[in-house]
């Protein structure tokens, strides 16, 4: 069965980076389409950014210019590198895959767990 698993989250101050990792079992990053999303308390599931299998790649506005989504074929690994971080940024972010193109949509047919990602002023 598909399993997507996030690491690499955790406490940092504003200017910041980290990078996010997904790592994915039972199906190949090369063969889907993926995206990051994030959700903190009280707001809904955003779409962070999304690449697919040509790896023409898409950002929501908010992060355009500091995050990069990209992935490791041969890892089988995806990738969400964050620089300048802001405390707007804190939520839990989830990697997801399916087989559709469904870029920042949350419609997404398979969902990691998430992984912290908090951001201090």
């Known amino acids: 069965q598909v399993q997507l698993v996030e690491s690499g989250g955790g406490s940092v101050q504003a200017g910041g980076s980290l990078r996010l990792s997904c790592a994915a079992s039972?199906?190949?990053?090369?063969?889907?389409?993926m995206a990051w999303f994030r959700q903190a308390p009280g707001k809904e599931r955003e779409g962070v950014a999304a690449i697919e299998t040509t790896s023409s790649t898409a950002y929501a506005e908010s992060v355009k210019g500091r995050f990069t989504i990209y992935k490791d074929n041969d890892k089988n690994i995806l990738y969400l590198e964050m620089n300048s971080l802001k405390p707007e940024d804190t939520a839990l972010y989830y990697c997801?895959?399916?087989?559709?193109?469904?870029?920042?949509?949350?419609?997404?047919?398979?969902w990691g767990q998430g992984t912290q990602v908090t951001v201090s002023s």
């Open positions: 997801a895959a399916d087989g559709f193109r469904w870029w920042l949509r949350p419609l997404y047919h398979y």
């Open positions: 039972g199906l190949s990053v090369s063969n889907a389409c």
